[in-house]
């Protein structure tokens, strides 16, 4: 069984930092791209930010030079750094792997950014 599970999120004010976190656990965690995504009410999900198990990373246009994605294969986690957070960054983000030809998904944890 793949379980994904995020942590971090919050309310923060526009301009604010969090830090988010899943742990993932079921898989051989170094060899897989990790995701995550983010779905804001009455909005499609959108991929914020991709990084493979080479350490190689992907931005969604609207989070560039502000979130960074990062890993640690050691704990079998994967982090994303939001910075200079906007009113419409807020959402739930929910972290995913596909693993085994399989979609997996965390349940998620809710960002919300107002003042």
């Known amino acids: 069984q793949v379980h994904l599970v995020e942590a971090g999120g919050g309310l923060v004010q526009p301009g604010g930092s969090l830090r988010l976190s899943c742990s993932a656990s079921?898989?051989?965690?170094?060899?897989?791209?990790m995701d995550w995504y983010r779905q804001a009410p009455g909005n499609q999900r959108e991929l914020v930010a991709t990084?493979?198990?080479?350490?190689?990373?992907n931005y969604g246009e609207a989070v560039k030079d502000r979130f960074t994605i990062s890993r640690d294969n050691v704990r079998s986690r994967v982090f994303l750094q939001m910075n200079n957070l906007k009113p419409e960054d807020t959402a739930v983000y929910s972290c995913?792997?596909?693993?085994?030809?399989?979609?997996?998904w965390g349940k998620g944890t809710v960002v919300t950014v107002s003042s």
């Open positions: 990084i493979t198990s080479d350490g190689i990373t």
């Open positions: 079921g898989i051989n965690f170094k060899l897989y791209t």
């Open positions: 995913h792997v596909v693993a085994r030809s399989t979609h997996f």
